[in-house]
């Protein structure tokens, strides 16, 4: 039961212009989503986070975009580097519950 | 600073080997976490600690064990293994509930193939 799902498995743009990766979710419980980078043979680092009270945080060229109704999350990455090159993974948990669920990534290439 | 060590970084076992992968951290974090990732899907939670002395089981817990005698170190023994453990697998910790707004800080992983 896949509780979190990003459809697509890769994303090719060019430096400088916007990356956009999307997550969708089916647990309505979900309160709190986080996405977290990934390089080769590395484990995943965090990137940014948000809570469900809210419906957009942004740190630096990060913003994540939170749409309840949809249940669908956003990471955009505005401009695109070649160092933002990774895998990116979303995820998702509930209130007071250790089992934080992921996606199953995006890896995102960024063509200089 | 270290963070979150894992060892060892690949190993392959045959059918029926046992073995343990071994996980510390040096940031005094309470939560402790052993997620596996297979090919094409999300990291799953196989168990996770809340402190030393507690253990808890994840979404795939069967055919693993742990155990927490200190805060520092969170091995996770395979029995038996099974080629369906061929995995790469990921300790994590966090310094409160994972899932209570704390982002979590991973190892860099385990590759395991069972052959």
């Known amino acids: 039961d896949q509780q979190v799902k990003q459809n697509s498995p890769s994303l090719s743009v060019q430096e400088g212009r916007i990356s956009i990766l999307n997550c969708d979710y089916t647990?309505?419980?979900?309160?709190?989503f986080l996405w977290y980078k990934k390089y080769p043979a590395e484990g995943p680092t965090f990137l940014i986070s948000?809570?469900?009270?809210?419906d957009k945080n942004e740190d630096g060229r990060f913003t994540v975009f939170l749409n309840k109704s949809a249940k669908h999350l956003s990471l955009h990455i505005v401009p695109s580097q070649p160092g933002d090159s990774a895998v990116y993974f979303c995820?998702?948990?509930?209130?007071?519950?250790?089992?934080?669920?992921f996606g199953a990534g995006t890896r995102l290439t960024v063509k200089p | 600073n270290a963070g979150v060590t894992q060892t060892p970084k690949f190993r392959i076992l045959k059918i029926g080997q046992s073995m343990t992968l071994q996980c510390t951290q040096d940031?005094?974090?309470?939560?402790m976490y052993w997620y596996r990732q297979d090919p094409g899907m999300g990291l799953k939670l196989i168990y996770y600690?809340?402190?030393?002395?507690?253990?808890d089981k994840g979404e795939v817990p069967n055919g693993y064990n742990v155990s927490r005698s200190t805060t520092e170190d969170f091995p996770l023994r395979l029995e038996l293994a099974a080629p369906s453990q061929t995995s790469v697998y990921f300790c994590?910790?966090?310094?409160?509930?994972?899932?209570?707004?704390?982002?979590?800080?991973f190892g860099s992983g385990t590759q395991l193939s069972v052959l």
């Open positions: 994590a910790s966090s310094y409160t509930q994972g899932a209570t707004n704390e982002k979590l800080f």
């Open positions: 647990n309505s419980m979900f309160d709190y």
């Open positions: 948000i809570s469900s009270i809210k």
């Open positions: 995820a998702a948990s509930r209130y007071n519950n250790n089992d934080m669920r």
């Open positions: 940031m005094n974090h309470n939560y």
């Open positions: 600690s809340v402190g030393a002395g507690i253990t």
